[in-house]
C-alpha cells in the first residue's frame, strides 16, 4: 500500500499544499518549526481521523481560516482510493471515500494501514498506562472493525455512566439505572479484553525474535496484557466497585484502566529497566507493529518517521533503516547527514522551509 499524493488547504502553516509521493523512501528536511510533522500529522489525520498530537480540529486549522481541506490519494493492492477530509473549527468533520460520504469517521480505519513513530513513542515504556492503551487501541482500530465497533461503545458507556454517578449526588433515586449501563459496561468491555488479548498474543509472536536481534541475542522481551479486570470477573467486579464508584464519581472498573508491561530477562523495564533498554524495547514494538500489519494485511503499512533517528544511536538506526528496506517512507528530519553517510536509498527529497516546500533531486 502507498500514498500517492496529499493536498493542504488552510491546515497549519500551510495556505495551500500539493506533494506527491515515491512508493519508496520520501525525505522531508529543513530546520524546526518549518512544517515538516505537520505535512505527517495531515496524513495521519486522513487515516485515522486524528492527530497523533491529540489535537482538536479547530487548533489545526489555520490561523485566521474557518475550515481546512486534505486530500490524500492512496494505493492499496492495486485499488486507488482517494479521501477527502473537510475539518471546521465548530462542526464535525466530513470525511468521503472516493467522493462518497461516510457518516462515521472510524469508517476511515483500515482504508489504508499507517504506523507512525516519533521521538515520544520512544517514551511509551516508561510513560503512563495511558499511552500504552493508545498504542494499543490504534493499532487494533486499524486492523479490526468488530474492536472500532467495540471500543466506541465502550467509551460512549463509560461517558454516560460517569455522568450518572455525577448526577447522584442530587437525585439518588436514579441509582436503579445504573443497572442498564452496567449491562452495557460488561458486554462491550468484555469484547475490547478479548480483542486486546488476541493483539497482545500476536505481537508476542513477532516482538520477541526483533528484540533479540536489536539487543545482539542478550535479552529475551515479553509483552504482558494487564487487564484491569479478566472477562470472566468482569461483572462481579462492576458490582462490587459500586459504592466506590458513587462516592469517587467515577468508574473504577473495566479496560479503561488496562495496562501492558514489558519484561526483559524477568525483568518489568516500565519501572527497573534503563533508558536504553526502554528505547530498544520501544523500537521493537514499532518494528513488530509493521510486521504485525503485513502478517494480517498481508501488505506492509506506510511508515512515518518524524525525527526519529536523531534520538537512537548508531545501532539502533542502522536497524530501524534495515528494517524499512521494503516499505513507503516518509521521514522528517533536519539534514541528510545520517542518510548519505550509510549509502541509505533515497527515492525523493523534499526541503521545507517556512511553510514551502520545493522538491530536490537525490
Not at 505537520?38 to 486524528?50: F, G, K, P
Not at 462481579?236 to 479503561?256: E, F, N, Q
Not at 528496506?325 to 541528510?336: E, P, R, S
Request: net charge neutral; glycine share 6%; with cysteine.
Amino acid at each position: 500500500m502507498m500514498i500517492e499524493s496529499i493536498e493542504l488547504e488552510n491546515y497549519r502553516n500551510y495556505s495551500r499544499l500539493h506533494m506527491d509521493f515515491s512508493p519508496g523512501t520520501n525525505i522531508l528536511y529543513g530546520d524546526n518549526a518549518q512544517g515538516k510533522t505537520n505535512i505527517l500529522e495531515a496524513v495521519y489525520v486522513c487515516c485515522t481521523a486524528r492527530s497523533h498530537r491529540g489535537s482538536r480540529d479547530r487548533e489545526i486549522i489555520r490561523f485566521g481560516e474557518e475550515e481546512s481541506h486534505i486530500k490524500l490519494k492512496v494505493r492499496k493492492k492495486d485499488v486507488p482510493y482517494r479521501i477527502d477530509m473537510h475539518l471546521k473549527k465548530n462542526k464535525t468533520k466530513g470525511v468521503a471515500i472516493n467522493g462518497v460520504p461516510i457518516r462515521k469517521a472510524s469508517e476511515l480505519f483500515g482504508v489504508i494501514n499507517v504506523v507512525f513513530f516519533s521521538p515520544e513513542d520512544l517514551n511509551i515504556i516508561k510513560n503512563g498506562p495511558a499511552e500504552r492503551r493508545r498504542f494499543m487501541d490504534m493499532e487494533l482500530c486499524q486492523l479490526n472493525k468488530l474492536y472500532v465497533h467495540a471500543l466506541i461503545q465502550y467509551n460512549k458507556v463509560i461517558v454516560q455512566r460517569n455522568r450518572l454517578l455525577k448526577e447522584l449526588s442530587f437525585h439518588p433515586d436514579y441509582e436503579s439505572t445504573l443497572d442498564a449501563w452496567d449491562m452495557q459496561l460488561v458486554q462491550y468491555g468484555s469484547r475490547v479484553i478479548e480483542y486486546r488479548r488476541e493483539f497482545v498474543g500476536k505481537l508476542n509472536g513477532i516482538i520477541t525474535g526483533i528484540h533479540r536481534t536489536l539487543s545482539g541475542g542478550k535479552e529475551e522481551l515479553t509483552v504482558l496484557y494487564e487487564p484491569n479486570t479478566e472477562i470472566r470477573d468482569l461483572e462481579a467486579a462492576v458490582r462490587k466497585s459500586r459504592d466506590t464508584d458513587i462516592k469517587l464519581k467515577t468508574t473504577t472498573v473495566g479496560p479503561h484502566r488496562d495496562d501492558l508491561s514489558f519484561i526483559v530477562n524477568e525483568i518489568d523495564i516500565r519501572r527497573f529497566g534503563s533508558q536504553g533498554q526502554q528505547r530498544t524495547a520501544a523500537l521493537s514494538l514499532k518494528l513488530a507493529e509493521i510486521e504485525l500489519v503485513k502478517y494480517i494485511v498481508k501488505d506492509y503499512p506506510v511508515l512515518l518517521l518524524d525525527d526519529v533517528l536523531s534520538e537512537l544511536d548508531g545501532n539502533r538506526q542502522e536497524h530501524l533503516l534495515e528494517g524499512i528496506d521494503q516499505i513507503q517512507t516518509l521521514i522528517t528530519c533536519t539534514g541528510l547527514e545520517d542518510f548519505l553517510s550509510r549509502r541509505f536509498r533515497i527515492d525523493r527529497i523534499y526541503r521545507i522551509v517556512e511553510g514551502t516546500v520545493a522538491s530536490e533531486d537525490e
